[in-house]
């Protein structure tokens, strides 16, 4: 399958609002700077809610190869809130990266201030509401190559190494359930190396009826279940094909693998029958480009 350029979630059509500005006056619909976030490290500083973490890493990307890809997005003109140390501002302006977006130099510190503990950010934060995704028609039609369903995965890390994943190997976009996904921001979106903002990806409130409607459009779902009966090879043919990930810990749930056309395994002959989701779908995801080619 041909490689993927830029391809873009939809903007939400709310406006979004951040915080004040480093220094200067705010503008018009901005929220006041809160105390230590304005980069002095004599600022005192407001304990942190419990959830705070949370809230931050649903608002933020960053590192480098997630920031610069969200720059890069079409989608993204006009939004955000683009932080810097001064290595990395240099860096952007020279290589004309910012895409528009206005940088706000920051030193280190206040840069980890502003971030949940922990983040790997390699001097470049973008704080951005996150994309809502396509709808599930636009990420199905025409009826061709391969999508990837997940279902109920919880964990950032493996849903951005899915995302990565599945760019690599051509597929067409990623379906989620809307209630049991977590944001395309943050640690997810550092394991995606900016695969989020070039992946389409659609959010669905049911996955048992968006499987139907899938194969109304002309889809195959093949869900990926240890004892299935088929290897991925016997299950795999040229059709449009969805592959259906379970969580990792239950995996695919009884009623959305009732909607799945078949259930098959990866084969494991060195007697370890365990791989961690992502890996997976990674294999999953090779089988499938394969098998598309034929």
């Not at 006041?32 to 931050?56: I, L, M, N, T, Y």
């Amino acid at each position: 399958m041909s490689s993927k350029t830029e391809r873009n979630d939809r903007k939400s059509g709310k406006k979004p609002i951040f915080g004040g500005r480093a220094s200067g006056p705010r503008e018009k619909g901005q929220k006041p700077v809160a105390q230590g976030f304005s980069g002095r490290e004599d600022a005192p500083r407001p304990p942190r809610s419990p959830d705070r973490g949370k809230a931050d890493a649903d608002n933020f990307l960053w590192g480098r190869h997630p920031v610069l890809a969200a720059l890069a997005n079409p989608a993204r003109r006009g939004m955000g809130r683009l932080l810097a140390t001064p290595d990395r501002a240099a860096e952007i302006e020279e290589g004309k990266l910012a895409h528009g977006h206005k940088i706000e130099v920051v030193d280190a510190v206040a840069l980890n201030r502003m971030l949940p503990a922990g983040a790997v950010h390699q001097g470049l934060a973008f704080k951005v509401q996150p994309l809502e995704g396509v709808s599930l028609e636009e990420l199905a039609e025409p009826a061709q190559g391969v999508i990837v369903m997940l279902d109920q995965l919880t964990d950032p890390q493996n849903v951005g190494a899915i995302f990565r994943s599945a760019l690599a190997f051509g597929a067409r976009g990623i379906i989620v359930q809307d209630r049991h996904a977590p944001a395309l921001a943050g640690a997810l979106a550092k394991a995606a190396v900016g695969a989020t903002e070039r992946l389409p990806h659609a959010r669905v409130t049911n996955l048992s009826r968006a499987l139907e409607r899938l194969a109304d459009l002309g889809w195959r779902a093949v869900g990926l279940d240890g004892t299935g009966e088929q290897t991925l090879e016997e299950a795999l043919d040229r059709q449009p094909t969805v592959l259906v990930m379970g969580s990792e810990g239950d995996g695919i749930r009884r009623l959305v693998a009732e909607h799945c056309d078949v259930l098959a395994k990866i084969p494991m002959p060195g007697g370890f029958e365990s791989l961690n989701v992502s890996n997976a779908a990674a294999v999953a995801l090779y089988e499938a480009a394969r098998a598309q080619r034929g």
